[in-house]
């Protein structure tokens, strides 16, 4: 197998499904690139809470005010998410905050080689170490476990990624999806076959 692809990953790095989407797509990423194909992977930064404070609050408390208490109650007591796949979320731990900075390492790390390692990195940041992703200090930090060299810049870059985003007409409804050149929207999670098919179509 051999030709080179490109791959569009519209997420929000405090949307656990997204976590789990790219999860898959980076093994199934990883099988078609040892089977001799190529794939570029892009990031299309989504942000379900814009308003978010940077501060961080926990989870729980963003839940409470926005689903209600019994809601929040069945978040927080869910052990076993993602699980099957590997990964170890603990919803007691998340630090809810805006993502933007994230996102924004996200496209620096992207142009720097290394935004896969960075996206996961990131996501593991928030649903298992339960830090801020939004702290300055953190992000530095997760920076260089990615090999990334973090910058200043790169806001206006990201908010116009954001319009961009907005302009193509996704919506919360969409978020996560991966769309493959030539191949199918794949929106919500599918098994890591479907994105390994997708890549190798």
Do not use: K, W
């Not at 379900?48 to 961080?56: D, K, M, Q, V």
């Not at 208490?69 to 993602?82: K, P, S, V």
């Not at 620096?108 to 996961?120: D, F, K, L, T």
């Not at 954001?162 to 098994?191: C, I, K, M, Q």
């Amino acid at each position: 197998m051999n030709g080179g692809r490109r791959a569009e990953l519209l997420l929000d790095i405090a949307c656990v499904q997204s976590y789990l989407v790219l999860t898959r797509y980076l093994r199934a990423a990883e099988r078609f690139r040892a089977e001799g194909g190529t794939v570029e992977t892009v990031f299309l930064p989504f942000r379900f809470r814009p308003e978010a404070a940077p501060e961080g609050e926990p989870l729980f408390a963003t839940h409470m005010r926005d689903r209600g208490e019994a809601a929040a109650r069945e978040i927080q007591a869910t052990t076993d998410f993602g699980a099957a796949d590997g990964l170890r979320v603990d919803f007691t731990r998340v630090v809810s905050t805006n993502t933007f900075f994230a996102h924004r390492l996200v496209a620096q790390a992207a142009a720097q080689g290394r935004g896969e390692v960075m996206a996961e990195r990131l996501f593991r940041a928030y649903f298992t170490d339960g830090v801020n992703v939004a702290d300055p200090a953190v992000l530095t930090r997760l920076a260089a476990e990615a090999g990334v060299t973090p910058r200043e810049d790169g806001t206006a870059d990201l908010l116009r990624a954001l319009e961009r985003v907005r302009e193509r007409g996704f919506t919360p409804a969409d978020v996560p999806a991966v769309l493959v050149d030539g191949g199918p929207t794949l929106t919500g999670d599918h098994p890591e076959e479907a994105y390994h098919r997708a890549l190798a179509a």
